[in-house]
């Protein structure tokens, strides 16, 4: 369950890490990708709140009419804000052979150009309802990709000590683009007039700002080290992970990470099920340690989407105004306010929490705090039907409104610090590396899909009667998922804080009931040279060490 919760956990979760690890071009690395998590933050702070902009809804209908009833006008919106989705779920297919192919860094870049293709396309579509729906898709096809490139770099290229921490300022990127994009409208609702499709489009240019920044810093940022291993390129794998590390080639972590990397790479050699796209599929699905970790994978990426948190993200204004707060300066600041809440959430799991405390301790208090919050909103809708109107009688009533806007905020801070950190993170450092941009983009193609489906659903589920659930049952509804979601972690999740990626393949080679519950305890210091050194194996070490000897000698590693 992690390091032991107390006074100097950080420096015993660090003591085997050399100082030099922490270094400043492990750091630019680990900015320069961490960055892409905007990529999906901006478009989900930005097009929740440019949907309820006076200048886009006149610019594209987005109100009822004689010819357009509340449910058309659901799907028409679902439309817009879901395009991306779509677009998403061919991104994180694409991203597959990207990474595979290209290399961290030029999948990197080729995403980031297509990405600003969608951006150009849907601020100049001046009207076009249609032009609207093809940019958002193809910005989609770019955004979709971030899912998968970054956490997979990010994973291989960091220290396993500070590897969910690696992977969390990712997911804090979200939030941050999240953030922005909430200010950013708020700022333009105030300052730029409603007759002008500058109002939203301003704000929209923050796509652009960012994609240009990541392929200026792509340009700096060095290649991991586990693909050059993969695809062969031997000595710059060896170099790149000496620069990434701030250590000579000789150096006893260094050789340690490269005998770990070699070894997984010979044990796929021998397991593989063929070549090309069908080989790596069927070893995904064929394999009881693969098929158990993309199970496990999608099964997070499920139950996190449902849970609600994510909706109130996309759909933030419309759910304050179910409790109450109106006017639009009012909602769109209400909003900005709680996309900080989240971003300072995240970043606080990121540096305090994931590598320290544990995965599964971390995600544990997000979903009990995403849970409580969630029960507590279902509870005032249902006993105070009244408050999805504005028109409250009682102070007490009144009093409640404010604790279930609260509770909006706690939700926030739940997700934040659970799932959200999570669905990104045990993706990218569960799968061997053979499958591992495969397994990470069936992840997020699923996680899209998922996404798209609610973007959808929800603004239909808020709906009073009907195909509706309304604002009550829909809270209902994620209170149930939320503590489904519970009981799967508490069983099938396993603590990986602190392994190797190399070191996974030991863990998912246990029976299957045994790897949530007791899986980390059982494969303490196996599986890995990094491991066994931490622990003060040294003859495990010398084994291993004498083993990688031989197959150099034989040939065997090109």
Known sequence: MGNPVGPGMWKAALAETPREAFNWRLAFSVLCFGLMGAARGLDEGLIGTTVTQKSFINEYNLKLTKSQNATQLA???????AMVQIGSVGGALIAFIACDKLGRLWATRQLCTIWIVGVIIYITSNGSYGQVLAGRFIMGLGIGQTTVVAP??????APRSIRGLCICIFSGSVYLGIMLGYFANWG??????????????DATILHIIFAGLIIIGSFFALESPRWLAKVGRDEQAATNMSKLRKLPLDHPYVQAELIDIHDQLEREREATLGSGF??????????????????LGLGCQLLGQWSGAQSITIYAPQFFQTLGVTGSSEKLFATAIFGVVKFVSAIICAFFLVDFIGRKRSLATGIIIQFVAMLYVAIYLTVVPSATTGKLKSASQKHAGTGAIAMIYFSGVGWALG???????????????????????????FHFVNQYGNTKAVPQMLVVGAPGLSPNGTFWFFSAVTLLGLGFVWFFLPETAGKS????????????????RKG???????GSVAEAMMLGDTEKVAEIAREEQVETVDGKRT
């Not at 997979?152 to 290229?157: G, H, K, M, V």
């Not at 069908?278 to 199970?295: A, Q, V």
């Not at 980390?520 to 196996?526: D, E, F, I, P, S």
């Open 75 to 81: 799907q028409r919106t679902g439309n817009i804000t």
């Open 152 to 157: 997979t770099y990010l994973a291989e290229a």
């Open 188 to 201: 333009t609702s105030l300052h730029i007039s409603n007759s002008t499709s500058k109002q939203w489009v």
């Open 278 to 295: 069908l080989g790596p599929l069927k070893e995904l699905f064929m394999l009881p340690g693969n098929r158990y970790r993309i199970l």
């Open 419 to 445: 799932w959200n950190s999570i669905q990104y993170l045990i993706g990218a450092e569960i799968f061997p590396l053979r499958v591992r941009s495969l397994g990470v983009s069936m992840i997020m193609c």
């Open 501 to 516: 990626l190399e070191a996974m393949d030991e863990l998912f080679n246990l029976p299957w009931h045994m790897i949530g």
């Open 520 to 526: 980390a305890a059982l494969t303490a210091g196996k």
